[in-house]
């Protein structure tokens, strides 16, 4: 009942640009917390960016500057607007959505994102 399905991923010249959208259902969107985390080959899952229902965000350091979160709670969407790409972004990306009282989480299935001349 609960989804979040990520768009918008693809293959992208270095210095490209990109913009992934996360649409959920089943959830009231507006009181949770919402991040992008990504997976490149052989590494773990890190967070990437994270905007809270309150609209704090928080940034991994290796894309400050160069990613945008944002989220538009009429309709039930969070992006991430990805400049400046370097190969290092290549990854599946995560959408998530944490409800901080109560302890619930949900993951989109992923999208994959490559960076590569």
């Known amino acids: 009942q609960v989804q979040l399905v990520e768009s918008g991923g693809g293959l992208v010249q270095p210095g490209g640009s990109l913009r992934l959208s996360c649409a959920a259902s089943?959830?009231?969107?507006?009181?949770?917390?919402m991040g992008w985390y990504r997976q490149a080959p052989g590494k773990q899952r890190e967070l990437v960016a994270r905007?809270?229902?309150?609209?704090?965000?928080n940034y991994a350091d290796s894309v400050n500057g160069r990613f945008t979160i944002s989220r538009d709670n009429a309709k039930n969407t969070v992006d991430l607007q990805m400049n400046s790409l370097k190969p290092e972004d290549t990854a599946v990306y995560y959408c998530?959505?944490?409800?901080?009282?109560?302890?619930?989480?949900?993951w989109g299935q992923g999208t994959q994102v490559t960076v590569s001349s």
């Open positions: 998530k959505a944490i409800r901080v009282v109560g302890n619930w989480v949900y």
């Open positions: 089943g959830i009231t969107f507006s009181i949770y917390d």
């Open positions: 905007l809270t229902s309150g609209g704090r965000t």
